[in-house]
T-cell receptor
Framework: GQNIDQPTEMTATEGAIVQINCTYQ??????LFWYQQHAGEAPTFLSY????GLEEKGRFSSFLSRSKGYSYLLLKELQMKDSASYLC?????????????FGKGTTLSVSS | EAQVTQNPRYLITVTGKKLTVTCSQN?????MSWYRQDPGLGLRQIYY???????DKGDVPEGYKVSRKEKRNFPLILESPSPNQTSLYFC???????????FGSGTRLTVV
């Protein structure tokens, strides 16, 4: 079956670094996405990995290991506004109609 | 501005009263999708459409209908809403190919 696992909650302090892990077991793989979602708002795109390795984008980086079915999102120099839910999503096939399968999300709380 | 527009943002209705949630995108995207988001369950796909007049069921289609008569619009129809359809609904669109979604702002539906 399709399964995407993330920790439910994490806490960190301002200025720190936090790593949010995601493991997946899907029937196929054609890319992994990370989204940020503030409470009651729409998810917004953060990053995309389809090949193994690290993608860096400012304070946010995302890593993928396809052989291990594993990804992480790294947030540096944490700010209060980074308090949000972070969603890991996998596209499990190459067909035009394949959907994104979402994990349940990790709620990150950043304190001062 | 490129966006996905959903209406209404908030809706309280009674069991059995038909309703429609509208979704429109101005990015000429072929692929559109409806998700519902519930605490502890994450985002689950209801229906999707790969182009005009092409729609298909997602993971939780029961109790919902959709139509895609024009490329930009993808309304979600609840013929006879029930309390278990109380949820936060998101419409999303993307181009064909391996791209992430752009999400609408969400519709919080309460069925009493």
């Amino acid at each position: 079956g399709q399964n995407i696992d993330q920790p439910t909650e994490m806490t960190a302090t301002e200025g720190a670094i936090v790593q949010i892990n995601c493991t997946y077991q899907t029937s196929g793989f054609n890319g992994l996405f990370w989204y940020q979602q503030h409470a009651g708002e729409a998810p917004t795109f953060l990053s995309y990995n389809v090949l193994d390795g690290l993608e860096e984008k400012g304070r946010f980086s995302s890593f993928l290991s396809r052989s291990k079915g594993y990804s992480y999102l790294l947030l540096k120099e944490l700010q209060m506004k980074d308090s949000a839910s972070y969603l890991c999503a996998v596209r499990d096939g190459e067909g035009a109609g394949t959907a994104l399968i979402f994990g349940k999300g990790t709620t990150l709380s950043v304190s001062s | 501005e490129a966006q996905v527009t959903q209406n209404p943002r908030y809706l309280i209705t009674v069991t059995g009263k038909k309703l429609t949630v509208t979704c429109s995108q101005n990015m000429n995207h072929e692929y559109m999708s409806w998700y519902r988001q519930d605490p502890g369950l994450g985002l689950r796909q209801i229906y999707y459409s790969m182009n005009v007049e092409v729609t298909d069921k997602g993971d939780v289609p029961e109790g919902y209908k959709v139509s895609r008569k024009e490329k930009r619009n993808f309304p979600l129809i609840l013929e006879s809403p029930s309390p278990n359809q109380t949820s936060l609904y998101f419409c999303a669109s993307r181009p064909m190919g391996n791209y992430g979604y752009t999400f609408g702002s969400g519709t919080r539906l309460t069925v009493v």
